[in-house]
């Protein structure tokens, strides 16, 4: 197998789009904040407390639903602690963002040391995942196949919101 079909391949290009899924939701909000005029750099740290408190959240709660439902809410809490040292304390909204991002970065590391006595993974704590879908239609199909057969739920739901968004 050369390097260009191992690049190129259905598994190596699911793998991309999987793992960016995350990033695909964080620059829809950027998108969405910038139609606004909202310049912010701090998407990152809200998702990162968002995927920590999310991720415990449905281990602690064992609902998947819950899980997302807090997670959620820490991203929002996040915002609105953006929201408040932009707009009434009247904070450079790149120096805040900075801040949060740092707190994000290395707070969320921190709480998942405290929780889990682990640093890098929440593998110790086993938690819900939203599942994967298997459209058997895609099965035989040569490339799309192994790109978007059997892939989670919020990889879908990423791809309909850029669709959504753009329109």
Known sequence: MSFFEAVFSGNTLNSILRMST????????????????????????????????????????????????????????VAIIFAYFVLYLDTDAMLIGLALNSLGNFGTVYLLFLLTGRKSDSSSHSSLSFPNIDISALKDVPVLGAIFNNTNVLTYLAIVATIVIFI
Do not use: Q, V, W
Not at 22 to 39: E, H, N, Q, V
Not at 63 to 77: C, D, E, N, V
């Open 22 to 77: 995350p990033l695909i939701f964080i620059a829809m909000a950027a998108c969405i904040g910038r139609k606004d005029s909202i310049t912010s750099i701090a998407y990152e740290g809200m998702a990162l407390f968002s995927a920590l408190c999310g991720t415990l959240g449905s281990h602690y709660t064992n609902s998947l639903g819950l899980g997302a439902l807090i997670g959620i809410f820490a991203g929002m809490t």
